[in-house]
């Protein structure tokens, strides 16, 4: 190992360390209850909700997903997802947010299947149980993409063992998360998201000047038929220009639809101190998401030019999500205040991957202990045996999502679309119509649910692969075709109880 590589080697360890040492600060602070644990008494301050709410969404695709997208085929495919994104966060907070941390508190909901199996007055919890499963099904894989990715940085940059790297990532994150819970998390993913605004900066800059200026980026990127153009693509294979026509832009765009039903972000409104709050919240989200998306698309057309420079490798396929990395052992090779830096960055790729799988990870915590455990399966426990279960569902699921990981080959933007489409055409009709609508019920809750989670299946695998108009990303039809099942469901069926209806217009006027 060189002199450089143990510098930022030691960079990385630090920073785990700092990681680990916050959580277990913080989860002594914690009230060791399940609200608490899971949304930190809803004590959370505006700048928190807003930055953890973004750090826990910009996973491991914000540093090496984008990039990479980028850097593989210009800026179409990348700026039209970033921009889908951005407004879907605007939305979100403008129209979920004060609504859902209201109707919350008023139904005493401390998760998202909780929230909407109360708001439909539910007897048995069939509601609850379909949402719970949901939530393991999508984001066990989710929390295996976070893992692929700090795997991935590790063995590209030292060579590590990628199953090595792996695991110890997913030590750091069991390690804080259990212990902390959701204040831990929130706060780590505050810290993250200047770590990782740093991160994106630096490397920019850096990257500009390896490939000989501003100009120099930008007349190697015209020089790239389709590379700078929002109506075309570049193609690698062939060094030519292919179409980018409308059903590719809808369904870039269509990655906005996700965030109405994202749990690990949703839980972030229903923690928030007070819900005026939200509004100042929402700004900041706005601005960082816009900003940071257009970084981390402009790093892969700076990170092309610099690769044509001869400066870093040319990167292919899912080796393109690397092109940060690249970028910082280049860095490091300055020396050892520029390695120090470059520690940095690296510990900015962590700090994206590990701020979403914290919060996923809880989640899916939340939704078995919590829903499965104690509301469906009827099995009570006090404070003590919740706080235990909450704990060690946090470690089965990490286990199962090393497992997935598994696979070095897998691609992360991939894994986190399908994951992303899910939770949006399952989740997100559910919660809209839940706050929305006085007439929903149970029946087109539940037959929502089921559809959206089936089609996403159906589509995906089925129906895009025929191509043509259908090879659209599949969470715009699902999220459809979720909306109009529980539209025609809830009509065809008899409507909401009249405690169940006073208790939307009970929200409702407060609202």
């Not at 409104?269 to 998401?289: C, K, N, P, Q, Y």
Request: proline share 4%.
């Amino acid at each position: 190992m060189t002199r450089e590589q143990i510098c930022i080697t030691a960079v990385i360890l630090l920073y785990l360390c700092f990681v680990i040492l916050t959580g277990v600060f913080i989860g002594r602070r914690t009230k060791k209850s399940a609200e608490g644990f899971y949304l930190g008494g809803r004590g959370i301050g505006p700048l928190v909700t807003a930055m953890s709410a973004e750090a826990s969404d910009m996973s491991s695709y914000l540093l090496m997903g984008i990039p990479g997208l980028a850097y593989l085929s210009g800026v179409a495919d990348a700026s039209w997802t970033a921009i889908g994104l951005a407004v879907g966060t605007y939305l979100n907070f403008l129209l979920v947010a004060k609504r859902l941390r209201r109707y919350s508190v008023q139904l005493d909901a401390i998760t998202i299947p909780s929230f909407i199996s109360k708001r439909y007055g539910e007897k048995k919890p069939v509601i609850m149980c379909i949402s719970a499963l949901i939530i393991l099904i999508f984001f066990v894989p989710y929390v295996a993409s976070g893992l692929a990715a700090i795997g991935k940085l590790f063995n590209s940059l030292f060579g590590w063992s990628y199953m090595t790297a792996v695991i110890l990532g997913a030590i750091v994150i069991i390690s804080y998360t259990s212990i902390g819970g959701f204040s831990a998390v929130a706060t780590m993913d505050l810290i993250q998201s200047v770590i990782m605004t740093a991160a994106l900066a630096i490397i920019v800059v850096f990257g500009i000047v390896q490939a000989g200026g501003m100009e120099a980026v930008l007349d190697h990127a015209r020089s790239l038929p389709g590379f700078l153009s929002f109506g075309q693509t570049y193609n690698p294979a062939t060094g030519g220009a292919e179409p980018y026509g409308f059903i590719r832009i809808l369904s870039m765009m269509a990655w906005g639809l996700g965030y109405f039903g994202m749990p690990h972000i949703l839980v972030r409104f229903m923690a928030i101190r007070d819900e005026e709050e939200l509004t100042l919240s929402r700004r900041i989200a706005s601005v960082w998401v816009v900003v940071s998306m257009g970084v981390a698309v402009f790093i892969g057309i700076v990170g092309h030019a610099v690769s044509t420079a001869g400066r870093i490798p040319a990167l292919e396929g899912s080796a393109t999500e690397t092109v940060i990395v690249r970028l910082s052992d280049l860095l490091s090779s300055y020396g050892i205040l520029p390695a120090v830096v470059a520690g940095c960055i690296l510990a900015g790729i962590l700090a994206a991957t590990m701020s979403t799988a914290d919060s996923q990870l809880l989640a899916a915590s939340s939704a078995f202990s919590e829903n499965l455990v104690q509301n469906v399966l009827s099995i009570k426990l006090n404070e003590k045996q919740t706080m235990l279960a909450a704990r060690l569902t946090v470690v089965v699921i990490a286990v199962i999502a090393i497992f997935l990981a598994s696979d070095p080959d897998s691609n992360v933007f991939q894994i986190v679309s399908f994951a992303w489409a899910g939770f949006g055409a399952t989740f997100g009709p559910a919660i809209l119509c839940a706050l929305f609508w006085k007439r929903s019920n149970r029946q087109g809750i539940m037959a929502g649910l089921v559809v959206g989670s089936v089609m996403i299946f159906v589509w995906k695998f089925w129906v895009r692969p025929m191509g043509g108009a259908l090879d659209i990303y599949e969470l715009l039809p699902a999220f459809l075709c979720a909306c109009a099942a529980i539209v025609a469901v809830s009509l065809l069926t008899p409507p909401p109880s009249q405690e169940v209806e006073q208790s939307f217009e009970t929200f409702r006027k407060g609202a």
